[in-house]
């Protein structure tokens, strides 16, 4: 719930015309123009997922207000512009109807303007402490990221914290470890690897350029990376590269000729990424992201790893592996399964570079 609210000595408003983009059921009577004198003008906004919490929290909210300001009406004014996560119109409606019902229950003088109506008004504020405060008000976490998965639409808007995915509930947790820096990035990617090495059954990992970007890679991570391709048939391995960087393409040119038996037997799957500027390593229990030390430049990685974060959990790690192939994969050339059609990945993301620079220059 969105406040916006004005210490006025004198403000005037008026219903001009009915909103023709909400339910009309919802649009209350209208009134006539109507001034005050000394009020609190209160704009106020429900929001998807507000509830009693929220109407407690704001009513407090006001009263100390009041009690700053000194004794005087609030008028409470409707304004659903001020929120992007705007609550449906009868949930609104009812929610105002209870904080007005709540602020009188409190000892407030509260004039509630009508709801649905193009409204003229004019605000003539004191400008003095108090004259202009805004106030949000998001109730429990849960609240707060179901708002967020609803933005990014992973969650429908009708959606209660209940219904969130179960992975999404690592975050809200704070399972996620935040890699302070290189080396102990670096350690939790070998680590990674190890447990692959150490686990019973079939092993995979899912990376993208983890890296490959180093202008000092460290050896032993390569090379523990190499020895499960070498040693652990049981292991198979998902590698995505920018291909159109001619650093990584060689590098992939050189995996397709050092392990031609794991590349034809598919234990080593290799794939073109568009991603330049960020790095994973994905097992099916645990996600490692790792980010650059400097912004990416035109033509390069982004250079030395400066963090990570990283997560040891199976639900947050199986829809990452869901997204690598989804988001993190080129899908124009899928998997590259030939040294051929290397090559051809490769002449013609050439091209396509080629092509940009000439239309840039």
């Known amino acids: 719930m969105i406040l916006d609210c004005y210490q006025c000595s004198s403000c005037h408003f008026e219903d001009m015309e009915p909103s023709t983009r909400i339910d009309p059921a919802t649009i209350s009577p209208p009134q006539t123009r109507a001034s005050f004198?000394?009020?609190l003008v209160v704009f106020v906004c429900v929001e998807r997922y507000d509830g009693r919490e929220e109407l407690e929290q704001v009513a407090?909210?006001?009263?100390?207000?009041?009690t700053m300001l000194g004794k005087r009406p609030i008028v409470l004014c409707p304004n659903v512009h001020l929120s992007i996560d705007k609550a449906p119109e009868k949930q609104a409606v009812s929610l105002i109807g209870e904080l007005d019902k709540l602020l009188k229950e409190r000892g407030q003088e509260v004039h509630r303007l009508s709801f649905g109506y193009h409204k003229r008004y004019g605000l003539e504020c004191n400008g003095n402490v108090g004259s202009v405060v805004g106030r949000r008000f998001y109730g429990s976490e849960h609240k707060q990221f179901l708002r967020l998965?609803?933005?990014?639409?992973?969650?429908?808007?009708e959606s209660l914290p209940s219904d969130m995915p179960s992975w999404a509930h690592v975050l809200m947790q704070r399972?996620?470890?935040?890699?302070?820096?290189?080396?102990e990035t670096y350690e939790a990617a070998k680590m990674m690897l190890q447990e692959q090495l150490d686990a019973t059954g079939q092993g995979e990992l899912w990376t993208c350029m983890l890296f490959e970007g180093e202008r000092q890679p460290m050896d032993d991570y390569l090379?523990?990376?190499?020895?499960?391709?070498?040693?652990?048939?049981?292991?198979?391995?998902?590698?995505?590269?920018?291909?159109?960087?001619?650093?990584?393409?060689?590098?992939?040119?050189?995996l397709f000729r050092r392990f031609p038996e794991a590349i034809e037997s598919g234990r080593l799957r290799m794939y073109n990424s568009r991603v330049s500027d960020i790095e994973f390593l994905l097992s099916r229990s645990a996600?490692?992201?790792?980010?650059?030390?400097?912004?990416?430049?035109?033509?390069s990685h982004a250079g030395e790893i400066s963090f990570?974060?990283?997560?040891?959990?199976?639900?947050?790690?199986k829809n990452l592996i869901q997204w690598y192939g989804a988001f993190l994969v080129d899908s124009k050339f899928g998997w590259i399964r030939t040294?051929?059609?290397?090559?051809?990945?490769?002449s013609e993301l050439e091209e396509e570079a080629f092509e940009q620079g000439q239309e840039e220059g």
Not at 60 to 66: D, V
Not at 309 to 316: L, M, Q
């Open 339 to 346: 040294e051929s059609d290397l090559d051809a990945a490769i």
């Open 308 to 317: 990570g974060i990283y997560c040891k959990d199976d639900d947050f790690a």
């Open 223 to 254: 090379s523990q990376l190499h020895t499960i391709l070498h040693e652990y048939p049981d292991v198979r391995v998902h590698r995505a590269m920018n291909l159109s960087v001619p650093g990584f393409s060689n590098a992939a040119r050189h």
């Open 287 to 299: 996600v490692l992201l790792a980010f650059p030390q400097r912004p990416r430049k035109a033509e």
């Open 60 to 66: 407090t909210e006001l009263g100390s207000l009041i």
């Open 37 to 39: 004198n000394n009020v």
């Open 175 to 183: 399972q996620l470890k935040v890699l302070g820096n290189r080396r």
């Open 149 to 157: 998965m609803t933005r990014l639409g992973i969650c429908p808007p």
